[in-house]
T-cell receptor
Framework: EAGVVQSPRYKIIEKKQPVAFWCNPI?????LYWYLQNLGQGPELLIR????????DSQLPKDRFSAERLKGVDSTLKIQPAELGDSAVYLC?????????????FGPGTRLTVL | AQSVTQLGSHVSVSEGALVLLRCNYS??????LFWYVQYPNQGLQLLLK??????LVKGINGFEAEFKKSETSFHLTKPSAHMSDAAEYFC?????????FGAGTRLFVKA
């Protein structure tokens, strides 16, 4: 069974440029998460989707960040314009929430460097 | 609100020695607790989880953790460290539908 797929794995851009990350969750997982992981820290939730609905985006900086999951499967996270402080790893995770245990499966992440 | 504190950002052990990674949590409701491992340039992988029932939880790769409500702790242990255990370990608590992660503990294993 394929795991959570993310692309690209690495991205280097100059500040003020736009950037997009793509995530394909495990087949059948209705819940999808985007996390931000700064160096030496744990993941912090940016947004959570249940199917195509964003049910928790309270930590998403909406002035520059946007996300979509139009058909309730794969998802895209966008930053426009990028700032130096956005350099981090962006993790995508998915879960099948038939129960409440919320076991999440993580992708390898996209490492973003903003110059 | 839920929170997690991992004591020690770095832990170093010798190969074959006991591994002990400490985690304390705060939760206003009965917690669901998790330990994840992250190898370099990879995503997080679930090691084990506590939901209800037995307080000693066994996970993959020989790791186990014990939920102690009185101490609000969920420490991770492994009797004998292996070189392949070198990684970053994250404790997490489920609060509502949001998982709160600790800052992580990097485990070094010396030959």
């Amino acid at each position: 069974e394929a795991g959570v797929v993310q692309s690209p794995r690495y991205k280097i851009i100059e500040k003020k440029q736009p950037v997009a990350f793509w995530c394909n969750p495990i087949s059948g997982h209705n819940t999808l998460y985007w996390y931000l992981q700064n160096l030496g820290q744990g993941p912090e939730l940016l947004i959570r989707y249940e199917n195509e609905e964003a049910v928790d985006d309270s930590q998403l900086p909406k002035d520059r960040f946007s996300a979509e999951r139009l058909k309730g499967v794969d998802s895209t996270l966008k930053i426009q314009p990028a700032e130096l402080g956005d350099s981090a790893v962006y993790l995508c995770a998915s879960s099948f929430d038939r129960d409440s245990y919320n076991e999440q499966f993580f992708g390898p992440g996209t490492r973003l460097t903003v110059l | 609100a839920q929170s997690v504190t991992q004591l020690g950002s770095h832990v170093s052990v010798s190969e074959g020695a006991l591994v002990l990674l400490r985690c304390n949590y705060s939760s206003s409701v009965p917690p669901y607790l998790f330990w994840y491992v992250q190898y370099p340039n990879q995503g997080l992988q679930l090691l084990l989880k506590y939901t209800t029932g037995a307080t000693l939880v066994k996970g993959i790769n020989g790791f186990e953790a014990e939920f102690k409500k009185s101490e609000t702790s969920f420490h991770l242990t492994k009797p004998s460290a292996h070189m392949s255990d070198a990684a970053e370990y994250f404790c997490a608590v489920l609060g509502g539908f949001k998982t709160i992660f600790g800052a992580g503990t990097r485990l070094f294993v010396k030959a």
